[in-house]
Antibody, heavy 117, light 106 residues
Framework: EVQLVESGGGLIQPGGSLRLSCEAS????????MSWVRQAPGKGLEWVSV???????YYADSVKGRFTISRDNSKNTVYLQMDSLRAEDTAVYYC???????????WGQGTLVIVSS | EIVLTQSPATLSLSPGERATLSCRAS??????LAWYQQKPGQAPRLLIY???NRATGIPARFSGSGSGTDFTLTISSLEPEDSAVYYC????????FGQGTKLEIK
């Protein structure tokens, strides 16, 4: 059974850093594309970053230069390092699996990040 | 960036009625358009991919159509559990989502 479990969210002050984790089971993260998608309170979905199976990484303009996506194949886990956090980064962060032929078919339950002083 | 515009913003219908949700892209996305359902406190769930293909386990009352810039999600006979927000998403050029349509079942 495919499962994605996010962790690492919490309350952080503006300018601070946080690392989110997305542990996968039932499939191999290195064989798929893995994305982070966020949802601000009461708002819609926003794609944040992707780690392609070939190793390339890409970011939305809103987080470029501040967020870093990485992957640990030995732990079957994808990470999102978030630096220089802003109030507008407050959201539930989901990880999701996809690939070149399919959209986001499996999602985690999400982890809430609140950036506030 | 490809912008997806969904309409209407809110839809209120009764059980058994037909729901038609629209998604329009700012430029062609070919058939690389998906639909997701999201209920409060839950992650999105994939319903339709590549414009018209139902995802695994999705009831036949859900169907998708369209190509290029205009797409439609149809729910043929509404059930109470269909109350949710529905998002379209394109993967033709990066990944963007529409702003969502809230479907209320009376």
């Amino acid at each position: 059974e495919v499962q994605l479990v996010e962790s690492g969210g919490g309350l952080i002050q503006p300018g601070g850093s946080l690392r989110l984790s997305c542990e996968a089971s039932g499939f191999t993260v290195s064989s798929n594309y893995m994305s982070w998608v966020r949802q601000a309170p009461g708002k819609g979905l926003e794609w944040v970053s992707v780690f392609y199976s070939g190793g390339s990484t890409y970011y939305a303009d809103s987080v470029k230069g501040r967020f870093t996506i990485s992957r640990d194949n030995s732990k079957n886990t994808v990470y999102l390092q978030m630096d220089s956090l802003r109030a507008e980064d407050t959201a539930v962060y989901y990880c999701a699996r996809h690939d070149s032929a399919t959209p986001f078919d499996y999602w985690g339950q999400g982890t809430l990040v609140i950036v506030s002083s | 960036e490809i912008v997806l515009t969904q309409s209407p913003a809110t839809l209120s219908l009764s059980p058994g009625e037909r729901a038609t949700l629209s998604c329009r892209a700012s430029q062609s996305v070919s058939s690389f358009l998906a639909w997701y359902q999201q209920k409060p406190g839950q992650a999105p769930r994939l319903l339709i991919y590549d414009a018209s293909n139902r995802a695994t386990g999705i009831p036949a009352r859900f169907s998708g159509s369209g190509s290029g810039t205009d797409f439609t999600l149809t729910i043929s006979s509404l059930e109470p559990e269909d109350s949710a927000v529905y998002y379209c998403q394109q993967r033709s050029l990066w990944y963007t989502f529409g702003q969502g349509t809230k479907l209320e079942i009376k």
